[in-house]
């Protein structure tokens, strides 16, 4: 494998957990005000590769948030108790923009990432142009 | 004469480095979301590119598939660990960083393709075609 298909194997990787993760996100911010909904998370880890020595990204396996879920006060939810409260969904809108907003900004950095690798291997073909 | 110009084999070793970096650049970019990932960088050209004894210069090879010089050490050998910046998750890469890097591979990149086409223009020209 050359170095520049090695380039854009890694690059395609992280495209591909990036937006793994801003569709994670978005499920987060879509289900804000779903009861008893719990955020998921999304862990990064390095993909081992034996011997090409570059490693790509990968995706592990998605969590949940244990945080408790917030309690919201409305006595004529059809899920109150009691006291009059229900568990809401423990998703933070600030948090999950902030994350969201990152994830586009690796996004961007890896699809220039590609973009490079690609002109740099481009470059090289306009060699045999005479 | 002819047989073995050195200004190819510099520009042809120059331009194997700038692809090497920029595969370790899209590397540490794809990682750059990773808790725990060290970013990974190589030496410059001036450090690898060592002269052979006589006079000629070669590249040191990095791997035995290397065609040019003897095998010293492994590609992952000759990577280096940069830990300048640390991100509280303990990943150390900064996109900010690796563009720099990236701009500079490409502009090595840039570079020895133009000396490798220059001196073929000239060699084209001594053998008396346009």
Redesign the interface.
């Known amino acids: 494998m ?3 298909s ?3 194997s ?2 395609t ?2 495209l591909q ?2 937006s793994s ?1 801003l569709r994670h996100l978005s499920e987060n911010i879509s289900n804000a005000d779903t009861p008893g909904y719990r955020r998921k998370t999304v ?4 993909a081992f590769a034996a011997g090409s ?5 990968e995706v592990g396996r998605v969590s949940l948030d244990d945080r408790p879920l917030e309690r919201v006060f409305d006595p004529s939810h059809p899920m109150a108790d009691g006291s009059g409260h229900y568990d809401g969904s423990n998703v933070d809108l600030l948090i999950e923009l902030a994350d969201a907003r ?2 586009q ?2 996004y961007e ?2 699809l ?3 973009e ?2 690609r ?2 291997s481009s ?2 073909m ?2 045999l142009r005479r | 004469m002819f047989q073995n110009l050195t200004v190819f084999e510099t520009a042809y070793a120059m ?2 480095h ?3 970096k ?6 540490n ?7 725990g ?1 060290v970013g990974r960088d190589l030496p410059s050209f001036q450090e690898i590119y060592a002269p052979k004894e006589h006079g000629a210069t070669v590249q040191r090879a990095t791997r035995p598939g290397h065609v040019l010089g003897a095998v010293q050490q ?3 050998g000759m ?1 280096t660990e940069d830990r300048s910046f640390a991100a509280p998750d303990g990943n150390t890469g900064s ?1 900010e960083t ?2 720099l890097r ?1 701009t500079d ?2 502009r090595q ?2 570079r020895s ?1 133009a000396i ?2 220059s001196a ?1 223009n000239i060699v084209r020209s001594s053998l008396g075609r346009q």
């Open positions: 050359s170095e520049f090695k380039a854009l890694v690059s990787s992280g957990a990036q993760r862990p990064f880890q390095t020595g570059i490693s790509n990204v990152e994830a900004r690796s950095a890896n220039k990432m590609f490079q690798a002109q740099m470059g090289l306009q060699l | 331009a194997v700038a692809g090497q920029q595969a370790v650049v899209a590397q970019v794809a990682n750059a979301d990773t808790p990932y492994g590609a992952d990577m996109i690796e563009m990236a591979a490409k990149h840039d393709l490798y086409k073929l």
